[in-house]
C-alpha cells in the first residue's frame, strides 16, 4: 500500500504518532509521542517501533540515539548501537548495547545496565493497536501564506484538485493572488479563497493552522491522491 501522510490518536485523543504510515500502522519517518505531548521517538519506523533514531525521556531530555534492531518476534524493537543518555541529559554509554532475551523473547538491555525498561512507562506500543483511529487528515479551514508565483501555483494545484475560490463579492480568484494575506483553504467546502484584514491574519496565525507553502504541498500531497503540478 502506498504510504501516506496520517496522526494515530490515543483512546483519549491525544496524538500518539504523527507520520508516514502504511496500512493503518507506522511505516517511514514519523513521531511518536508521551500522553504529556512531549516527543517520546523520532526517526524512522515500522509496526513495532524506531528502525533508526531517537528515543527521549518523559521529561524531555534525550534518552538514546542511534540504530535499533526490528524485532521479528515478540517485543519491541530494540535499541543496537548507538549513545544512551541518563533523565538529566548526561551521556552514560557509546557502543554496541548488549541484548538479552527473555520469556518468550522479549529483550532486555544488559549493557548498559541504567538504560531500564525498554518500553518505558508511557511510551506508545503499536503493535497492540492502542489507538482508537487515524486522524483523516485536514478538517475545517487552513491558511497557506505564499508570494509571487508561488501563491499562482499553489491556486492553480488546488484547481488541480477539485478545490474552487468561493467568489464571494470580496474575494475571487484574482483577489486572491494579489492578496498579501494568507490563502484561506476549506477542506469541507473544498473551496479557496484569502484573508481580508491584519486582525482576522493573527487570529489565523493564533490557531496554528497556519503554515508555509512547501509545508502544504508535502502534507497534503501525502495525506491524498493529489494531483502532483
Known amino acids: 500500500m502506498k504510504q501516506k501522510w496520517k496522526k494515530i490518536l490515543s483512546k483519549n485523543k ?3 504518532y504523527e507520520g508516514f504510515v502504511v496500512d493503518g500502522k507506522p511505516s517511514g519517518t514519523g513521531t511518536s509521542y508521551y500522553e504529556n505531548g512531549n516527543k517520546c521517538q523520532e526517526g524512522v519506523f515500522d509496526e513495532k517501533g524506531l528502525v533508526q533514531g531517537r528515543e527521549y525521556y518523559k521529561n524531555g531530555n534525550l534518552r538514546f540515539e542511534g540504530v535499533y ?20 541529559g ?9 541484548i538479552e532475551k527473555t520469556g518468550m523473547g522479549f529483550p532486555k538491555i544488559v549493557k548498559p545496565e541504567e538504560y531500564g525498561s525498554i518500553t518505558p512507562k508511557g511510551r506508545p506500543d503499536f503493535s497492540k493497536g492502542d489507538w ?13 501564506k505564499a508570494k509571487g508565483g508561488e501563491r499562482i501555483e499553489l491556486i492553480e494545484f488546488l484547481e488541480k484538485n477539485g478545490f474552487k475560490c468561493e467568489d464571494s463579492d470580496i474575494t475571487t480568484k484574482e483577489s486572491t493572488i494579489s492578496s498579501k494575506f494568507p490563502v484561506k483553504i476549506d477542506f469541507k467546502r473544498m473551496e479557496y479563497g484569502h484573508i481580508h484584514t491584519t486582525t482576522s491574519s493573527a487570529a489565523a496565525e493564533a490557531s496554528r493552522k497556519t503554515m508555509p507553502v512547501d509545508e ?14
Open 14 to 16: 491525544k496524538v500518539m
Open 69 to 88: 534492531t526490528p524485532n521479528k518476534g515478540y517485543g519491541p524493537n530494540y535499541p543496537t548501537f548507538g549513545t544512551c543518555y541518563d533523565e538529566d
Open 90 to 98: 548526561n551521556e552514560i554509554f557509546y557502543g554496541e548495547l548488549t
Open 132 to 144: 482508537v483511529k487515524e486522524h483523516e487528515g485536514p478538517q475545517g479551514i487552513h491558511y497557506v
Open 216 to 229: 502544504f504541498m508535502f502534507i497534503f500531497e501525502c495525506e491524498f491522491d493529489l494531483v502532483i503540478m
